[in-house]
């Protein structure tokens, strides 16, 4: 299986916010990187935003139909 590409970032984090993050990994028993990359991980998943989830989660307008055109304001006034 290949591995997956993973890139670098900087973040910046209050004092009490790592605290926080470092004490919840280490009762898990991750990494403090890898629990970051958990808590991004399932805020994607929950928020549908994974890729895989984005193509089950919002399926493209069939192509097989045409638009519908939008009524124009003259047939709006006279409904």
């Not at 990494?31 to 928020?47: C, D, P």
């Not at 549908?48 to 006034?77: F, M, V």
């Amino acid at each position: 299986m290949p591995e997956k590409k993973t890139k670098s970032f900087i973040l910046r984090v209050d004092a009490d916010t790592m605290n926080a993050i470092e004490a919840w990994a280490a009762d898990e028993f991750r990494s403090t990187n890898g629990q970051l990359q958990w808590i991004i991980t399932e805020a994607l998943r929950k928020a549908k935003r994974l890729p895989s989830q984005r193509k089950q989660a919002q399926p493209s307008p069939s192509q097989d139909k045409p638009a519908q055109p939008l009524p124009s304001d003259d047939e709006n006034i006279n409904q």
